[in-house]
């Protein structure tokens, strides 16, 4: 997709995720050279977990589950990128039976998303 998300508003994010996909999805080489980054901005550590901005605009909020896996629960999205963070996102839900619950403004509100998918089954709307 290659639009941009303008706002998006996750009521509840839930997905475990290997930690070495999620590292290779976006540490890994293919992200970075498909988007031009030299490198990430970081992962910083708080009290309900992690951090990881890929560019100080999009965000992928998570803790450790165990020492393979790590625990999605947020994201923040925004301009670049945006649209692909999202889908990245939803196809781990769809493949490791997640759950996310929100709303994506697209583009200033060309468009407006109802994203619902729980226990890796889709229901999407307008």
């Known amino acids: 997709m290659s639009y941009n998300i303008t ?4 009521k509840e994010l839930s997905v475990n995720v290997p ?3 999620f590292l ?3 540490i ?3 992200f970075r050279e498909k988007y031009s980054l030299s490198e990430y901005c970081g992962m910083t550590w708080n009290e309900k977990g992690f951090v990881f901005s890929l560019d100080g605009e999009n965000e992928v909020h998570g803790k450790l589950k165990d020492k393979d896996t790590i625990n999605i629960f947020d994201l923040g999205v925004s301009s670049s990128y ?3 963070l999202l889908e990245i996102v939803k196809s781990w839900c769809k493949k490791y039976k997640g759950t ?4 994506a403004v697209w ?3 060309d468009s407006i998303e109802k994203i619902s998918i729980k ?5 999407k709307g307008k």
């Not at 706002?7 to 996750?10: P, R």
């Not at 226990?119 to 229901?123: A, Y």
């Open 119 to 123: 226990n890796g089954t889709v229901k």
């Open 100 to 103: 996310i619950k929100g709303v």
């Open 28 to 30: 890994g080489s293919a």
């Open 19 to 21: 930690l070495s996909e």
């Open 24 to 26: 290779m999805e976006f």
């Open 107 to 109: 583009e200033g509100g």
């Open 7 to 10: 706002t998006l508003d996750i």
């Open 82 to 84: 945006s649209s692909d």
